[in-house]
Structure formats: C-alpha cells, structure tokens
C-alpha cells in the first residue's frame, strides 16, 4: 500500500523522500519519480509533515521513538501522519510521546486496498487535532478521495479496525455460502450472480469472490496476517472499553487460526481455503 500512495504524492507534485527495508521497494519508489534513502532518520530528517504507513502500532513507535528512534531528526512542529492500521489506545500514547518532543500526531489509516491506493481513491479516517487534520488536508487529498474527521486521537485506527472486522465477517459468511452452495450442487458463477442482486450483497460478493476466490487466483493484494492482527485489534477494543463482543472475539481467533495454518503472508481471500479444509 505505501508504494501506490508514496506514487500519487509524488505525481501530485511533493517533494517526497521514502524509505523501505525492501531494497526492491526502493528502487520501484525511485522509478516512480521518489527519492528513495535506506533508513527512516534519513527519511524525515528535517521534514515539515512524515507519512508512516507500517504494519502495527508497535513498528510504528519503535520507528519513531524507539532506540535512534526517527523522530529525533524531526524539527519542532513537525507532524506526524499515521496511515498504518494501528491500536487506537496506542496510538495515543505514541501521540504523548511525540508531543514531548514538539511534534503533532493525526491517525489517518485507509480502506480501498492496492487498486484504490492506486487511483489515489482510498477512504481516510482521519483523527486527532481537527487543526492538523486540515494542516495534512491537500496531502490526504492526493490519496484519497474521501476522508473522514472521525473525532480524537486514535479513533482513526478505531473505525478502520472496526471496518475491517466487518468486512472480514462478509468475507467469512460469503466464503461459507459458496462452500456449501457449491457442494450442494450450485455454479459457483450463479450463487455470486444471485448474491449481487439480493440482499446478501456485500463488499467481498462484488469484488473478491469472483476475480479471487471463484478464479482461485487468491490475489486481492491484502495479506491474511494483516487482516487477522486488525480484527484483533477490535476485538482488544471491545475488551478494554469492558463491552461485550463475542462476534468479534469468535473472528478474531478464527483469522488467527487461518493465518497460522495458511501462514502470515497469505492473501485474505485464502480464507476460503482454510474453511473449506477438514479441520478438528
């Protein structure tokens, strides 16, 4: 994801220094007009706003404020833009943490994947200082095409941990009904076609089943590891606001069980794979 939008920054005109542990990363963020360096310090050091786009709370802050953390080479007002999928309770205490060293932070994750990050039309959550919001606005825009003021620091990362939980649950629930429609006796291609037209439609029966569930390419781009650490993420939500949520938590074991056995890396989609195996 943070190639496709480090891109659109580039092509709407921002100087744009980028850094990736991926030497491969490097290099496409270069061919793409980018100034590629190796390290995070290198990255940020003396920038007006820093984007980090990584996979969990705790890469982030160890980014920025663990040892020879990056944001020692910020400059005082600097800001922050977490576009990671991140804890929301951690985020704000990485928010206190940057704020002793003078620098703002805004959680902005995003929801649309690759393709969308792409065409620069991903969906924004956006929280925090309703002024740094607005200061980040035009670099936002370059990504997305809408973007939400979703209220204080961290409820960003709430609503897209939330989305995603949804989203998984029409996954799960469309997987299983092509699974038995499909034992049944039913053409996979019908059972989608039916399902878009009524009332069972739903994000993952219009863009996933066919082109990477039905087809097998199992591609969508999003990794099964990731999609299982941000329904866990709402469900650790639930947990410490003392609110029931046995959905949520039944989800959240149940990803984790399917990336443990398909591996981390695994798109998403693979899902599929793991509730149509026999299991104990």
């Not at 991140?86 to 206190?96: H, I, Q, V, Y």
């Not at 039944?250 to 443990?260: G, V």
Request: hydrophobic share 45%.
């Amino acid at each position: 994801m943070g190639l496709p939008m480090a891109s659109r920054l580039v092509a709407s005109g921002f100087d744009v220094r980028g850094a990736d542990l991926s030497e491969a990363s490097r290099a496409a963020f270069a061919a793409a007009g980018g100034r590629a360096v190796e390290t995070a310090s290198e990255a940020v050091s003396g920038a007006s706003m820093v984007v980090t786009m990584l996979p969990n709370a705790a890469i982030v802050a160890d980014v920025l404020v663990g040892s020879g953390g990056a944001a020692a080479s910020l400059p005082p007002g600097a800001l922050v833009v977490d576009m990671s999928s991140s804890a929301p309770f951690k985020t704000r205490e990485l928010g206190d943490k940057l704020a002793k060293r003078g620098v703002g932070l805004i959680d902005a994750p995003v929801s649309g994947g690759v393709s969308r990050a792409k065409e620069g039309t991903l969906a924004i959550m956006a929280g925090g200082d309703s002024a740094a919001i607005e200061r980040a606005r035009p670099v936002l825009s370059a990504m997305g095409k809408s973007i939400f003021v979703t209220g204080l620091l961290g409820s960003g990362h709430a609503m897209k941990a939330l989305n995603n939980y949804v989203s998984a649950s029409g996954l799960v629930a469309a997987c299983e009904a092509l699974m038995v429609g499909r034992a049944f006796g039913l053409d996979a291609e019908t059972i989608v076609d039916v399902l878009n037209v009524s009332t069972g439609r739903n994000n993952s029966t219009e863009t996933k089943l066919k082109p990477f569930v039905v087809s097998e390419s199992f591609a969508s781009g999003f990794a099964i590891g990731l999609m299982a650490k941000d329904i866990r993420t709402a469900a650790d939500l639930a947990d410490e606001l003392g609110l029931p949520a046995s959905e949520m938590s039944q989800s959240a074991a149940l990803w984790e069980q399917a990336a443990q056995m398909l591996g981390k890396g695994a798109d998403h989609t693979e899902i599929y794979r793991y509730l149509a195996s026999p299991r104990q």
